[in-house]
């Protein structure tokens, strides 16, 4: 057997073993109980989350898929995205072999087959924490089908539900396009930019959020030339601007072509080539592409839900509405996750999805608008956040200090080379008290746990400044920015 042969097999089995985890060919729903105490529409992350607590609490449940489990994020988002990421971090690293030693060498090619199925591996792998066999070892009733309301129950395909609570869950999807000719051109996004078999030799990548950033920059290490176009004048508009300044110019590096306050007008094909048509300020021209990424924000999926019908208000593009709780305009149904929430974060999602089941069944938790919510962009550098932002504590009239350390001053970024970023906390004037904090490194995504923890416990920057952390670390800008605080404070007499 040849090697190619082998590595087809091989790829072969690993799409069979997720398909078998995440949707069984052979499942057969099972027979309904009379009653559940919990019915869950979504088999993505908020949604297992929600079906399992509520397993743990001693409650029915049924759990309702109409495709995949696991849902964007394992099947078209976090899981597959990072996978490449990490390849394309990988190869890139090979550019600085030789400032650590390494004897000069040609780069070599990517060969793309093989980073697609790696990611393919790594999804099939954790897919095994979301499968089918695990949900039904928990006693959790597993149907796969639509699902749709009808008045006080839940329709799964044909199979009536009943229910004393329930919890919708169902996502989210890539928002359509509204650009004149993309439709007939035909493009990608993240529901099917995984299932490219060849790397596309130029990308044309439009929007600058966190998705499309991340997305631009892997496929350009790739080897892909790449162009992201942005309406506005900045990438990750929810981000600092500095912040997001410090990605743009690592993003130029890499050789991404960044056109910034630029909008797509037009799509348009010439033989094999597609056009996008751009206009900046007053500047109108077109660029050549092979592929179209657009990554322009996501739609809730509530439409086919019939959520007239159980009296559950909703707009199709803000979503669900939920009050602080959680809780549907139905007393009897919730809601968590991307179809109801502005942060589409799995992480996010999940958590409310417990907080909803905790209040379903009589609890009244701390509303899910005090959760701190940590959050990150998986570019080089990374880029996270939690808390406030500067802009929000002036726009509230709160009075706040930035403390910054710069990781160019940081001894391990030095010595590891990943001396780009910084890590910027916020602490109300007057106080010792941090509101929030953004940093820029290449660990930005661990680094930023440890101000949820900081700020979970209610940790302020005098004992912060007091509490050891290991040398040399990247963390220890943490413990600096602490210090720096400390400087400030007047020497007691």
């Known amino acids: 057997m040849s090697e190619s042969t082998a590595e087809r097999m091989s790829d072969h089995l690993t799409r069979e073993a997720l398909l078998h985890r995440v949707h069984p060919p052979d499942w057969k729903n099972p027979v309904p109980q009379a009653r559940y105490d919990l019915v869950v529409l979504g088999g993505g ?4 989350a929600a079906a399992e607590l509520a397993r743990r609490l001693g409650r029915s449940v049924a759990l309702v898929e109409r495709h995949q489990l696991g849902g964007n994020s394992l099947n078209v988002g976090s899981i597959p995205s990072k ?8 190869l890139v690293s090979m550019r600085d072999d030789e400032d650590y030693g390494a004897v000069a060498f040609a780069r070599p090619a990517t ?16 897919a095994e924490y979301h499968s089918a066999e695990r949900l039904q070892a928990l006693g959790i009733d597993l149907f796969f089908g639509d699902a749709r309301f009808d008045s006080s129950t839940v329709l799964a395909g044909d199979t009536r539900l009943h229910f004393n609570k329930a919890l919708i869950a169902t996502g989210a999807r890539p928002r359509a396009s509204e650009i004149s000719g993309l439709e007939s051109v035909g493009y990608l996004t993240n529901d099917s930019i995984f299932e490219l078999t060849e790397l596309p030799k130029r990308l044309g990548v439009i929007g600058g959020g966190p998705l499309g950033c991340e997305l631009a920059q892997a496929f350009c290490r790739l080897g892909s030339q790449v162009s992201i176009v942005q309406n506005e ?3 990750l508009p929810r981000e600092e601007r500095d912040a997001a300044e410090l990605l743009s110019m690592s993003m130029a590096r890499d050789g991404v072509e960044i056109r910034l306050n630029t909008t797509v007008v037009g799509a348009r094909r010439e033989g094999d080539t597609k056009w996008l048509d751009l206009v900046s300020d007053d500047a109108r021209y077109s660029i050549p592409v092979d592929e179209i990424l657009l990554s322009a924000g996501r739609t809730p999926n509530v439409e086919e839900l019939s959520l007239e019908s159980a009296g559950i208000a909703f707009e199709p593009l803000a979503g669900i509405e939920v009050d602080e ?5 139905n007393v009897d149904v919730y809601a968590a996750g991307d179809v109801c929430q502005d942060h589409h974060f799995t992480h996010i999602a999940t958590a409310c999805a417990q907080l909803a089941v905790h209040n379903a069944f009589g609890a009244q938790l701390e509303p899910p608008s005090h959760m701190l919510g940590p959050w990150c962009t998986y570019c080089d550098p990374e880029i996270a956040h939690i808390g406030m932002h500067m802009h929000e504590c002036h726009r509230q009239a709160t009075p706040v200090t930035c403390y910054t350390v710069m990781m160019q001053d940081v001894d391990r970024a030095i010595t590891d080379g990943d001396d780009d970023g910084f890590v910027k906390i916020f602490v109300q004037d007057g106080t010792d008290t941090i509101l929030g904090a953004t940093i820029v490194a290449t660990r930005a995504s661990e680094l930023i746990n440890e101000m949820s923890v900081i700020m979970a416990a209610n940790i302020g920057m005098r004992q912060l400044a007091t509490i050891l952390h290991t040398y040399p670390t990247q963390s220890d800008a943490i413990r600096m920015a602490a210090l720096a605080y400390m400087n400030d404070q007047p020497i007691p007499r």
């Open 45 to 48: 992350p908020a949604g297992v």
């Open 83 to 90: 996978a490449i990421i990490r390849a394309a971090g990988r």
């Open 111 to 126: 060969d793309f087959g093989v980073v697609m199925a790696r990611m393919r591996r790594v999804r099939s792998r954790i």
């Open 233 to 235: 004048p900045a990438f």
């Open 325 to 329: 709780y959680l809780r549907t305009t």
